[in-house]
C-alpha cells in the first residue's frame, strides 16, 4: 500500500525566507508524485507534478520540487516566500497504473508574515 | 479547473437523516472521486468510479454509498447521517496525466 509523509505540520516563515517542505512516500513500483495547494478556503489546486524524466520539476508561482528516487523523497522549494503562499500544502502520490487513486499526505500548513 | 461543480455547497442536517451530495464534471473524465477533509487527517478518500456504474470503496467508505449512472454526475449519499459525517466534501476528478482536479467542496454539519 502506498503512504505519503510530510514531515512539517505547521511551519512559519517571514517574507522572503526560503521554503522546503518535506515530503517522503512509501511504495514498490513506479509513481507519480504531486504537489497539490489548498489556499484558505478554497480547493485544492495542482502546483507541480512529476512523472519521468528531469527530477527537478517547476510549478506555477515559482514553486520548484526535486524527485530523489533513492531517498523516496519528493521535497517543494520556493526560494522566497510570499504572505500570498500562506496556504496548506500538500503531497501525493499514485501509480501510473490502476484506477490512478491518489494518497496524500496529512499536509503542512504554512504560515508567511509580512 | 475541469468544470467541476458540487452541489449544495453548504448544508446543515439531523443526525438520522439520508443527505445526497451531487458532483458533476463537464468533461467526460472516467475518474472520480469522493474525499472528505478533516483537519489533521488530510484527504481521505470515501469512493471513487472508474465508469458509469463502476464503483468502488476507498478508506473510509462505511456509512457512505455511491452512484454514477451517466459519465457526468458522481453521487454521495450517507444513508443516516451521523456527526462523525460533519466535514468537507471534496470531488474530484482524474486527469489523462494523472493529477486530479477537485471541485469546489460541500461544507456538511451533522447536527
Known amino acids: 500500500a502506498q503512504s505519503v509523509s510530510q514531515h512539517n505540520h505547521h511551519v512559519i516563515l517571514s517574507e522572503a525566507a526560503s521554503l522546503e517542505l518535506g515530503c517522503n512516500y512509501s511504495y514498490g513500483g513506479t509513481v507519480n508524485l504531486f504537489w497539490y495547494v489548498q489556499y484558505p478556503g478554497q480547493h485544492l489546486q495542482l502546483l507541480l507534478k512529476?512523472?519521468?524524466?528531469?527530477?527537478l520539476v517547476k510549478g506555477i508561482k515559482g514553486f520548484e520540487a526535486e524527485f530523489i528516487k533513492s531517498k523516496f523523497s519528493f521535497n517543494l522549494r520556493k526560494p522566497s516566500v510570499q504572505w500570498s503562499d500562506t496556504a496548506e500544502y500538500f503531497c501525493a502520490v499514485n501509480s501510473p497504473s490502476g484506477a490512478g487513486k491518489s494518497t496524500f499526505g496529512d499536509g503542512t500548513t504554512l504560515t508567511v508574515k509580512p | 479547473d475541469a468544470g467541476i461543480t458540487q452541489s449544495p455547497r453548504h448544508k446543515v442536517t439531523e443526525t438520522g437523516t439520508p443527505v445526497t451530495l451531487r458532483c458533476h464534471q463537464t468533461e467526460n473524465h472516467r475518474y472520480m472521486y469522493w474525499y472528505r477533509q478533516d483537519p489533521g487527517h488530510g484527504l481521505r478518500l470515501i469512493h471513487y468510479s472508474y465508469g458509469v456504474k463502476d464503483t468502488d470503496k476507498g478508506e473510509v467508505s462505511d456509512g457512505y454509498s455511491v452512484s454514477r449512472s451517466k459519465t457526468e454526475d458522481f453521487l454521495l449519499t450517507l444513508e443516516s447521517a451521523t456527526s462523525s459525517q460533519t466535514s468537507v466534501y471534496f470531488c474530484?476528478?482524474?486527469?489523462?496525466?494523472?493529477?486530479?482536479?477537485f471541485g469546489p467542496g460541500t461544507r456538511l454539519t451533522v447536527t
Open positions: 512529476y512523472f519521468s524524466g528531469d527530477p
Open positions: 474530484a476528478v482524474r486527469a489523462p496525466e494523472g493529477e486530479q482536479y
